[in-house]
């Protein structure tokens, strides 16, 4: 069992700078990693960005730059630094986990896991 509390959204400026945190609590052995997601109205949510457990990175395209995305291990915790924020990141962001599962008869890191969400709002 894995369970997820995103915080530290909020409304900013554009051009602005936000942190958001992850509380992870749970089975930590069933996690293969950890990312962001984010979902905007009218929209499919994406993933924005991801992080091993080596600390290996993912940033979608649109974020490369801007965000950061971070885990402390002794904390149990997942940060997305963002800044230079931009009224398209406008979005409920969530924090996920990707967990061991099975499937085609091999072992695969898939998403499962979701936080409730954390809404951010980039304004001119």
């Known amino acids: 069992q894995v369970q997820l509390v995103e915080s530290g959204g909020g409304s900013v400026q554009a051009g602005g700078s936000l942190k958001l945190s992850c509380s992870v609590s749970?089975?930590?052995?069933?996690?293969?990693?950890m990312g962001w997601y984010r979902q905007a109205p009218g929209k499919e949510r994406e993933v924005v960005s991801s992080i091993g457990p080596s600390g290996t990175t993912y940033y979608i395209d649109s974020v490369e730059g801007r965000f950061t995305i971070s885990q402390d291990n002794v904390k149990n915790r997942l940060y997305l630094q963002m800044s230079g924020l931009k009224i398209e990141d406008t979005a409920v962001y969530y924090c996920a986990a990707y967990l061991f599962t099975v499937q085609y008869s091999r072992r695969s890191c898939t998403v499962n896991t979701w936080g409730q969400g954390t809404q951010v709002t980039v304004s001119s």
């Open positions: 749970g089975d930590m052995s069933k996690i293969c990693r």
